[in-house]
C-alpha cells in the first residue's frame, strides 16, 4: 500500500520561501506521477503542477510559473514543492498527491501541510 | 483551458436518500480523464470514481460515476451518515497538460 507522508507545519514571513516535502513509501517514487495541490482554508483544491510521464517533465500551472519549483531525490522516495515570494494568500493546506505512472487521477495524498503566511 | 462547473453548491439531504451531483464542463472532457473525490473536514480527499465511472478500490457500490462529453453525474444510491461530506469533480487535459478541479458540493444532513 502506497503510504506518503508530508513535513510538519509551516509559519513563514511575506516574502520567504517554504519548502515541503512527501516521504513514499510502499512504492518507489519512480512508480508513481506525483503532483502537488493546496487548498486555503475553507476553499475548494487547486492543482499546482507535477510530473508528466508523456515527456518525463514536471509541469506547472500557469498561475505558479516561475514561483514554484517540484523535485524529486529517487535516492530517498522523497518529492519537494518549493513556493517563493510567499504571500497571505499562499496560506493553504498543501499536499502531495500521486498515482501510478500513466495515470491521470490521484489515489494517494499525503497528509497535508499547513502553511501559514503572516507578518 | 477546461472550467469544471459543480452543482448544487450544497444538497441536503437526510440518510437513506439518493444524491445526484453534476460536474459540467466548459469543453468536452475524455470520460477516461474525469474522476471524483470525496472531502471530509480535517482529511485529504479520497478517489471515489475515475474514468468518470469506474470505483476506486475499497469504495461501496452505493457510489456510481456517469457521463459522457461536458456532462458527467456522481450518485449515491442511498446515503450513509459517513457519506455527508464535499464532492469534488476533476479532469485532465492534454492540451494544455492541467489537471483542474471543480468547485465542489457540499452534501450535507437535512
Known amino acids: 500500500q502506497v503510504q506518503l507522508v508530508q513535513s510538519g507545519a509551516e509559519v513563514k514571513k511575506p516574502g520567504a520561501s517554504v519548502k515541503v516535502s512527501c516521504k513514499v513509501s510502499?512504492?518507489?517514487?519512480?512508480?508513481?506521477?506525483m503532483h502537488w495541490v493546496r487548498q486555503a482554508p475553507g476553499k475548494g483544491l487547486e492543482w499546482m503542477g507535477g510530473?508528466?510521464?508523456?515527456?518525463?517533465?514536471?509541469i506547472y500551472a500557469q498561475k505558479f510559473q516561475g514561483r514554484v519549483t517540484m523535485t524529486e531525490d529517487t535516492s530517498t522516495d522523497t518529492a519537494y514543492m518549493e513556493l517563493s515570494s510567499l504571500r497571505s494568500e499562499d496560506t493553504a493546506v498543501y499536499y502531495c498527491?500521486?498515482?501510478?505512472?500513466?495515470?491521470?487521477?490521484?489515489?494517494?495524498w499525503g497528509q497535508g501541510t499547513l502553511v501559514t503566511v503572516s507578518s | 483551458e477546461i472550467v469544471l462547473t459543480q452543482s448544487p453548491g450544497t444538497l441536503s439531504l437526510s440518510p437513506g436518500e439518493r444524491a445526484t451531483l453534476s460536474c459540467r464542463a466548459s469543453?468536452?472532457?475524455?470520460?477516461?480523464?474525469l474522476a471524483w473525490y470525496q472531502q471530509k473536514p480535517g482529511q485529504a480527499p479520497r478517489l471515489l470514481i475515475y474514468?468518470?465511472?469506474s470505483r476506486a478500490t475499497g469504495i461501496p457500490d452505493r457510489f456510481s460515476g456517469s457521463g459522457s462529453g461536458t456532462d458527467f453525474t456522481l450518485t449515491i444510491s442511498r446515503l450513509e451518515p459517513e457519506d455527508f461530506a464535499v464532492y469534488y469533480c476533476?479532469?485532465?487535459?492534454?492540451?494544455?497538460?492541467?489537471?483542474?478541479f471543480g468547485p465542489g458540493t457540499k452534501v450535507d444532513i437535512k
Open positions: 510530473f508528466d510521464p508523456e515527456d518525463g517533465e514536471t
Open positions: 476533476q479532469q485532465y487535459g492534454s492540451s494544455p497538460r492541467v489537471f483542474t
Open positions: 474514468g468518470a465511472s
Open positions: 498527491a500521486a498515482d501510478l505512472v500513466g495515470a491521470t487521477m490521484f489515489d494517494y
Open positions: 469543453q468536452s472532457v475524455s470520460s477516461s480523464y
Open positions: 510502499g512504492y518507489t517514487l519512480t512508480e508513481l506521477s
